[in-house]
């Protein structure tokens, strides 16, 4: 740094700041704060870590879809999770990252996604409950980020959300499906599996307020619009109709209506849990890893074959624009 | 709205495929509008992932995809001296002439 750009940042900070206030969008080559840049990226390629993870707990049941219908929209939903994960490396891209170090950085275990991915998928109904919970908290997660002060990101989730929707509603529709046509059988397998992630699905919105100490300075730049304990809440007050209208019991014996709050209590999260499955302890958390290593590994040779095709090509077509120009 | 990256080049030489950007046409009538990026070894490449990217639910008719690297960009800041032509000619707009209200078709 200069001690011209140094002597300026007071002003450039102040400018940033005013256009954040104004509820303007911060793009891609204006100047920002260093921490507001690394704050982002770290966001951001979380999120599109989580998004490529997140193909595998669902990818697992493709080829044991129960019906054509079944593995066509699962088909469909597994490539929106990979479009996702693209629009979103392109925007910490805006941001100076370098995608191959992102993916090298993820395959390394060197960055995070979300901890919800390290849980297993044991039965078809966890497809139909991933789509309903999990997605529906990630919803909830990100219709707020559609207002992210960060342009390239809030644009991104603009696409996002309106893909999500249709995630949340196969899910539901799956399992609404298997509760009031099923047989016992497979009502018992959505109980089992609403009972398996309703705890984790409660946990991706993040520690709680007290224990997250950098939301005051994300909420300040508008990366963040919401605390996680709001967006939890408004996940529980919106998902225990959803339950009941399904015929299925969320675990926890604390859920009640609150008249004085207006909203839903619920149970204490179970947060050494949390920490412990963050931190690389869950129960999938290495073969989630080793498996995005693995397809990284085995598409080399694709990537080295386009290349070449690629290098090729452009020499032939330069001779050939070379030979017109005569 | 396009970060013009230093070492495009020798990330290129490393066999990383290079950046594009992508524009797409909604519907007949309307502009190409940016969409957002993507990498791919050529422009044919850039097309056909454009297509899956970006096109899934019927989104556009017709797609551009252009290197990033070939984008010259003005700087985004508004303070910018760079549009202070535009600022200071208020003659430019219908508003700065004042017509009695009755003349009709104004």
């Known amino acids: ?326 | 709205m396009i970060m013009l990256r230093e070492g495009m080049d020798e990330m290129c030489a490393q066999g990383e495929w290079p950046l594009y950007e992508v524009f797409v046409r909604s519907k007949r009538g309307l502009n190409h509008v940016h969409v957002g990026s993507l990498h791919a070894a050529d422009g044919e490449m850039a097309l056909r992932r454009a297509r899956d990217l970006f096109t899934r639910r019927n989104e556009g008719v017709s797609i551009w995809v252009v290197k990033s690297a070939d984008i010259t960009a003005s700087s985004p800041d508004e303070k910018d001296p760079f549009f202070a032509p535009s600022a200071d000619k208020v003659y430019r707009h219908p508003t700065f002439y004042d017509i009695p209200d009755n003349v009709p078709h104004m």
Request: hydrophobic share 35%; proline share 5%; aromatic share 8%.
């Open chain 1, 1 to 326: 740094m200069t001690a011209d750009t140094e002597a300026a940042t007071p002003e450039l900070e102040e400018h940033f700041q005013r256009t954040i206030d104004r509820d303007q969008r911060i793009e891609p080559r204006d100047w920002m704060p260093e921490g507001y840049r690394k704050t982002l990226i770290r966001q951001v390629a979380q999120h599109a870590h989580s998004e490529i993870i997140g193909m595998q707990p669902e990818g697992n049941w493709i080829t044991r879809a129960p019906s054509l219908r079944r593995k066509a929209i699962l088909l469909a939903k597994v490539q929106d999770e990979a479009g996702h994960g693209l629009y979103l490396y392109s925007a910490a891209e805006t941001l100076g990252a370098d995608r191959a170090d992102l993916t090298r950085k993820l395959i390394e275990g060197r960055q995070k996604y979300s901890s919800i991915f390290n849980y297993p998928t044991l039965s078809f109904a966890d497809v139909g409950v991933i789509g309903w919970l999990v997605d529906g908290a990630a919803i909830c997660n990100q219709v707020p980020l559609c207002r992210s002060s960060y342009g390239p990101y809030a644009r991104g989730m603009v696409r996002i959300c309106k893909e999500e929707s249709f995630h949340q509603r196969q899910g539901y529709e799956l399992l609404m499906t298997m509760m009031r046509r099923g047989t016992e059988a497979q009502r018992r397998m959505v109980q089992d599996a609403t009972d398996r992630w309703w705890w984790p699905s409660l946990m991706m919105f993040g520690p709680p307020d007290h224990d997250s100490p950098n939301t005051a300075q994300s909420m300040a730049w508008k990366v963040k619009r919401h605390t996680n304990d709001e967006l939890r809440q408004r996940f529980v007050d919106m998902t225990v109709p959803q339950a009941e209208a399904l015929g299925v019991t969320l675990p926890d014996p604390e859920l009640a209506w609150n008249p004085e709050r207006g909203h839903y209590d619920f149970g204490e999260i179970d947060w050494d849990e949390f920490k412990r499955v963050v931190s690389g302890d869950g129960p999938c958390n290495a073969q989630r890893v080793a498996q995005r290593r693995r397809a990284h590994d085995d598409g080399a040779w694709v990537r080295g074959a386009a290349t070449a095709y690629a290098a090729k090509h452009s020499d032939t077509s330069h001779d050939h624009r070379g030979s017109q120009g005569l």
